[in-house]
Structure formats: structure tokens, C-alpha cells
């Protein structure tokens, strides 16, 4: 992982260049104030003042700054992210000199998964001075989560099995002294039924198992994160096209927030007692696969008709939210990249979130726009739950009428949450389709920052 503690530091006068941020409409008059020289030379470069827009100012001898044109004010982690991407390795500092929240993206922006390639040879340090060094630790454990996400997500499914996610789990705990708990084989199918159903398909080295962590005082409030970990989604016996499948190594997507969650929980020592739980399964095909018609025993009791088995994240999810529930929560958080239906009414950058208390949601929703990390809330709508009956069972995991998916999968979570609980589902893409300033193709960490700001405004 990228050391970002060392490209975030305290500005103690030592020497830098400066990045001169000029909002859009600021520059004329900026412009005039400039030498002859240097106003020839942006207009040789095309800098006309919009948002956008950068380039390197010569100073006396070798001396030289950088000019960024740029509307986004101090609360936007995304102010100065292209810089890193644009500037060569060195020293920076700001002009004006606060650098706000915009530490959190010029981290981001220098982070680079290379695990299958050579690293790239242009990428040596840029680091930024802050005249707020109080702020560098956080900004740190921001960006180290946010890249734990993104490297989960981007690793290949072959090396990104069951296995591997309990691997992840443990290196938590023995650097923060939490405890683990596996359940696979007999035990996962006699009390986590739907879990090994959905499972139970795949090699014998990829088998299904719930992972569990535990860190805290048990005296402090207890919260339950959850994140599903459909290591490959094959569809099952549903299967996928192969356009469906071509992404299908993200649909652990879930597993990797909770898990970053959980490690700004404990690195930061926030005062609750933390139950991290992580179904982890592939949806394999195979003679042993579950199949459309089936009928799933639950952890809860409740018997549910299976009629998709590419509808396989809600039936993990459905187990693990009854074993969180068991040890009575006072919040629970689940992260799911659940329904193809979320994505087609939000888009990849807005989780479609689900809450059952008004508080809660209220929370997560300011924090959300706090953090420059959105939500978008959607209904718990009773009035689907019509949708969820079955003829043979207490319900169906997956309704055909093609109506409001991703509520329908909500409602079927909801039939497992315990009462009393406040409970948030965020059905979240993990993969950013196209490349913005700080934020590159692929894995990606949607909600992970508006979930983590909820907490610390709750608890810490």
C-alpha cells in the first residue's frame, strides 16, 4: 500500500513549489496583475481562466510555480487532484495556503494499483505541506481505507476468494487485537443455511464460510457492519451473459467497504463495540448448485422460495444480518452490490440507500453531502412486500414482474433485521466506469466516507 502519511505533511517553511489556485472568477484580474511574459505564455498554452484549466509558470532562474484554475471550494476533497497527476515528483504548497480537505485527494490521486504490472516509472512522491498537521492523521486513514476498498475490488477473482477475504479479516484483527470466528462445513449449513446454499457449488478451496471479527469494549455500544462477499457471481444456474460476468470479481464489492469500515473504526478507537460480519461465498455452477424452485431453510426459520439464483447476495446477507441481530445492535450497516436496478436508476456514483429509522438517515444523508461522498435515499415501500409472497414458502427471494428491484431486494433484507435496531443498506456499485481527478477506473468506495462521518458524529 502506498505510504500516504508521507505525502501529506506539516508545513514548517521548508522548501517548496507553490500551486496557485485561482478561482474562475478571480482570474482576469489576476491575469492583469501578471508580467507581460507570463500572460503571453498562458495564452500560448490556451489558459483562458476556466475551471480546468493548469499550467507551469516560470519564476526567476530555475524557479518555477504552478497556476490552477479551479470553482471548487475548501470542503471538496477534489480541488487539487489533478495536480499530483500533472506535476512532476517533488514538494508542493498551496497558495492560498489552506489546504482544507483537499489533502484527501492528493492522496487518492497518487494511489496505483500494480499488483499484475511493473510500476510506473513516474511515480515518485509529490507531497503537499499543511499548515493543519492535527488533520494529516485522518486524512491518512481516509485514504488508506479507501484504497484497501479499491485494491480488494480490483484483484482478480482468482486471488480473491472466501480464502483470501478471511485473510483480510485476520490481518485486522491481529493488528488491532480483535477477535475472528470462521464458520464453514457443517456448522455453516446447519446454522447459516442460505449461506451454504449459495456456496456449496464452488471448489473446495473457494468453500463458503461466514467471517466474523469482534473489537472493543463490550460495555460501548454494539454496532454490526456487514458487506457481502460474493467473490465471482457466475449467476448460478441463472446464469449470467458474459457481459454480466465481465465485472463479477466486484461483487465482493461489499466485503471490501465493510472491511475499511472497520479498519477506520478500530484505528481510530471510536468508543462502540464492533461486529464485523462478512458472508463470504462464490456463485458457482455445479452438480451440487441450488436451484430456481428450491426451497432455502433460513437462520431465522423463515423458509424462502428460490426463484433467481443470481439473486444470491440478498439470501447471504439474509443469515448474516440474523446472527448480528442475535447479539441485539443498537445500529447496523450492511454495504451489498446487490441489484443491476439500483445502477439503472442512480448511476454508478450514488448508492441507493435504505434506511428504517428518520434519525439515522438524516445522519447518513448530511454526511453524505458533508463529505463530498453522496447518497441517494430510497423506500423501504411497504407496499411492495405483496411482491416478496410465495405460494409454497414464507417468501421469494426475487420477484418476476421486473418492478422496483432494488426495493424489493431491500424489503427482503428488512424481513431479517431485528426489531429495534436501526439499520442503513447501501446497495453500492464499487467500480467507477470512467476516471475522474483522484479517482481512477475501477474499484472504488462509494458511501465509505458518508457511513464513517455518520459514526464519528454518533459515537465518537
Known amino acids: 500500500m502506498t505510504d500516504f502519511a508521507a505525502l501529506l505533511q506539516p508545513d514548517r517553511g521548508q522548501p517548496a513549489r507553490t500551486i496557485e489556485v485561482i478561482h474562475p472568477d478571480d482570474y482576469a484580474d489576476w491575469l492583469k496583475g501578471q508580467p507581460k511574459r507570463i500572460r503571453a505564455l498562458l495564452d500560448a498554452q490556451k489558459v483562458t481562466g476556466k475551471a480546468g484549466n493548469k499550467a507551469i509558470l516560470p519564476g526567476e532562474g530555475e524557479d518555477w510555480s504552478a497556476l490552477l484554475v479551479c470553482d471548487d471550494d475548501l470542503s471538496s476533497p477534489w480541488r487539487v487532484a489533478s495536480q499530483p497527476g500533472f506535476l512532476p515528483e517533488g514538494t508542493y504548497r498551496l497558495k492560498p495556503a489552506e489546504v482544507g480537505a483537499a489533502g484527501l485527494g492528493w492522496l487518492l490521486a497518487q494511489y496505483r494499483f500494480d499488483r499484475y504490472t511493473k510500476p510506473d516509472k513516474d511515480s515518485g512522491p509529490r507531497v503537499l505541506l499543511t499548515g493543519d498537521p492535527a488533520s494529516i492523521d485522518e486524512t491518512v486513514r481516509l485514504a488508506q481505507a479507501t484504497t484497501l476498498v479499491r485494491d480488494l475490488v480490483n484483484t482478480g477473482s482468482s486471488d480473491m476468494g472466501p480464502a483470501e477475504l478471511e485473510t483480510e479479516a485476520e490481518k485486522l484483527a491481529k493488528k488491532h487485537h480483535a477477535t475472528t470466528h470462521v464458520t464453514r462445513g457443517d456448522a455453516l449449513a446447519k446454522g447459516y443455511p442460505m449461506i451454504d446454499a449459495v456456496g456449496r457449488a464452488a471448489a473446495k478451496h ?83 448448485a441450488f436451484r430456481p424452485g428450491d426451497v432455502l431453510a433460513t437462520r431465522k426459520g423463515l423458509t424462502v422460495e428460490n426463484t433467481n439464483t443470481d439473486a ?43 434506511v428504517n429509522d428518520e434519525a439515522l438517515a438524516n445522519e447518513l444523508l448530511a454526511a453524505g453531502t458533508a463529505t463530498y461522498d453522496p447518497l441517494w435515499r430510497m423506500p ?8 416478496l409472497k410465495s405460494d409454497i414458502a414464507d417468501l421469494i427471494n426475487a420477484p418476476d414482474n421486473g418492478y422496483a428491484g432494488a426495493v424489493t431486494a431491500a424489503l427482503f433484507l428488512r424481513r431479517f433485521v431485528p426489531e429495534g435496531a436501526a439499520w442503513a443498506h447501501l446497495d453500492t456499485f464499487a467500480w467507477r466506469p470512467t476516471a475522474k481527478n483522484g479517482r481512477p477506473k475501477g474499484g472504488e468506495a462509494y458511501g465509505l466516507r458518508a457511513a464513517w462521518a455518520m459514526l464519528r458524529g454518533r459515537f465518537g
Do not use: Q
Open 312 to 354: 444470491e447476495g440478498r439470501l447471504v446477507l439474509g443469515d448474516a444480518l440474523t446472527k448480528a441481530g442475535e447479539d441485539k445492535p443498537e445500529l447496523i450497516i450492511d454495504f451489498a452490490t446487490l441489484t443491476g436496478a439500483a445502477r439503472v436508476a442512480l448511476g454508478p456514483d450514488l448508492p441507493a440507500t435504505f
Open 380 to 387: 423501504l415501500w411497504d407496499g411492495y412486500d405483496e411482491y
Open 206 to 288: 473457494r468453500a463458503p464460510r461466514l467471517i466474523e471479527l469482534e473489537w472493543g469494549n463490550p460495555k460501548h455500544p454494539r454496532i454490526a457492519v456487514i458487506g457481502k462477499g460474493v467473490c465471482f457471481d457466475s449467476g448460478g444456474l441463472d446464469i449470467k451473459p458474459a457481459s454480466g460476468m465481465r465485472l463479477m470479481k466486484k461483487d465482493m464489492g461489499g466485503a471490501a467497504h465493510a472491511l475499511a469500515l472497520a479498519s477506520l473504526i478500530m484505528d481510530s478507537r471510536l468508543p462502540v463495540r464492533l461486529h464485523l460480519l462478512i458472508p463470504a461465498v462464490e456463485n458457482s455452477i455445479s452438480a451440487d
